[in-house]
């Protein structure tokens, strides 16, 4: 079964946790702390995300990224970076937590991070009292950005992903009448859910069913016996890639043969799966393609592949775009000041992994830039369309 699988990887949270930082930072458990002055020959910058539990496989990802960015890019201000990696487990007061341990004791310049939405929020709430120059890389919830102008994000956002894939379901695939199964409990999940309905019967198409569960279900039997009975074109699933490979896998034991669509959640479930063809056929978008021919893109898998051995996904991508921002930031702010890293994000027009064109930033702190639609073809990912922000 695919939790044999998704059990390697909390393993791989764990061990990843246990070193703590790139940079030697301090343990899980050890009470001491490293002083807030981190010394003139040095840069910190933070990383929070969640490096175990169940979403595990995003925050891991993104750190790598990061990882690989900084070991690339060694010094910023002819200082060297010492990157440091906490755990947030997924949890909001977890995540609150780091930030204040790596702001308060460990002295750093700027954070990346959260990587998923919910701590995100809690994240941004904090640091922006503080002025903290904070990037989520990966967090896709409209509300992140609206606490402060100190906080960014490097992906696009949940409404945005609701209204493409609705866009492509309806124009490129031709769906008129589709399903949607959502995490109620889940903000994300939730959001996108409403903003593909909203865009989808707005162009004319029809929500035959609209089912939901709760985060911690995995008997998902009754929502799709519901849903097959509509026969609908497609359905929608924005969810994370852990459900996808649960719902994917009872509805190919049901016989279900619907069109699968989804979300940048997504990312990593073939990686997971045991029978990967419960998912063939499906499309998602995403914020990248490894098929991306680009000069960008392909310095990074090829970098990435040689390091950790496997194709970066997209939080790979993102932390380590999300890297290359912050560090040009205060190579351009001249100095650690909050505020001068602040303003030169807001400058920001650089060549990224995960946008065909030059990444900029909009005045609520989000990124201009375009989005991939993905297909699964032989159990691997494909680049079926990209597009630039008009």
């Not at 301090?26 to 003139?40: C, I, Q, R, V």
């Not at 649960?246 to 073939?270: E, N, R, Y």
């Amino acid at each position: 079964m695919f939790f044999k699988k998704l059990i390697s990887f909390l393993v791989a949270g764990v061990m990843v946790l246990s070193l703590a930082s790139c940079g030697g930072g301090t343990e899980p458990g050890n009470t001491e702390e490293p002083s807030g002055d981190s010394g003139s020959e040095e840069i910190v910058i933070g990383f929070v995300g969640p490096l175990t539990g169940p979403v595990s496989i995003y925050g891991l990802a993104a750190s790598e990224g990061a990882q690989l960015y900084f070991e690339q890019n060694p010094t910023i201000l002819g200082k060297t970076v010492r990157l440091e990696l906490l755990d947030d487990k997924h949890d909001t007061s977890e995540a609150v937590t780091a930030y204040n341990r790596l702001v308060g004791n460990m002295g750093a310049t700027a954070i990346i991070g959260a990587v998923t939405s919910k701590p995100a929020i809690a994240l941004s709430i904090e640091a922006a009292k503080k002025g903290t120059p904070v990037i989520t890389p990966t967090g896709t919830a409209a509300e992140i950005t609206t606490y402060g102008e100190n906080i960014f994000r490097a992906c696009f956002l949940d409404p945005y992903q609701g209204q493409t894939m609705a866009d492509f379901a309806y124009d490129s695939l031709g769906n008129k009448n589709i399903a949607i199964l959502f995490d109620s409990a889940d903000d994300y999940s939730s959001g996108v859910a409403e903003a593909f309905e909203a865009a989808f019967t707005a162009k004319g198409g029809t929500i035959v069913a609209n089912e939901a569960y709760t985060s911690g279900d995995t008997d998902f039997n009754a929502q799709l016996t519901k849903i097959k009975n509509e026969n609908p074109d497609a359905l929608f699933l924005p969810i994370y890639y852990s459900d996808v490979a649960m719902i994917s896998t009872q509805a190919k034991a049901m016989g279900f043969s619907t069109q699968l669509l989804g979300i940048d959640g997504w990312d990593g479930v073939i990686d997971i799966l045991d029978d990967v063809s419960a998912v063939e056929g499906a499309y998602f978008c995403n914020h990248y393609s490894t098929e991306d021919t680009s000069e960008e893109v392909q310095n990074f898998v090829t970098s990435y592949e040689e390091k950790y051995g496997s194709l970066p996904n997209s939080f790979a991508a993102l932390g380590f775009d999300t890297a290359h921002v912050i560090a040009d930031a205060i190579e351009r702010a001249g100095s650690g000041d909050s505020a001068a890293i602040v303003e030169a994000i807001k400058t920001t027009e650089l060549p990224v992994v995960t946008s065909k064109s030059p990444l900029k930033f909009d005045e609520g702190g989000d990124p201009i830039k375009g989005i991939s639609i993905i297909k699964i073809v032989d159990g691997k990912h494909t680049l079926d369309t990209q597009s630039n922000p008009e």
